[in-house]
């Protein structure tokens, strides 16, 4: 039974960064694809960005990927994603997700790829 923890997040100011974590027990996250979600109220779950199984990685937008850095531990098990220059619209629940289908990798930036999601954590951004 793989789960996810994760931590980091809580309330910060515009500009500033922080990095969210996630852990995995249960099974290696080696053969996995990794990703980060966020929702925010009232809006459907969205793609931030994800490391497909072989390591590659995409993001949902060029603006994303200025500011978003995914990475990956898997001697850990841990998943992070650092937030740079952070703005009052990154507010929103972040989540992280583990897929080990080959869906998972083949269509990454789909929720419905991923099987295993973290518990949440909120991240509050005031201006």
């Known amino acids: 039974q793989v789960q996810l923890v994760q931590s980091g997040g809580g309330l910060v100011k515009a500009g500033e960064s922080l990095t969210l974590s996630c852990v995995s027990s249960?099974?290696?996250?080696?053969?996995?694809?990794v990703a980060w979600f966020r929702q925010s109220p009232g809006a459907a779950r969205e793609f931030v960005a994800a490391?497909?199984?072989?390591?590659?990685?995409?993001y949902a937008t060029d603006s994303v990927k200025y500011r978003f850095t995914i990475s990956r531990e898997n001697a850990k098990n841990m998943v992070y994603l650092q937030i740079n220059s952070l703005k009052p619209d990154d507010t929103a629940v972040y989540y992280c997700?583990?897929?080990?289908?080959?869906?998972?990798?083949?269509?990454?930036?789909?929720?419905?790829?991923?099987?295993?999601w973290g518990q949440g954590t909120q991240v509050t951004v005031s201006s």
């Open positions: 997700a583990v897929g080990f289908r080959q869906d998972s990798s083949s269509y990454p930036t789909l929720s419905a790829s991923y099987d295993h």
């Open positions: 249960g099974r290696s996250l080696s053969s996995a694809a």
């Open positions: 490391i497909r199984r072989r390591g590659t990685t995409v």
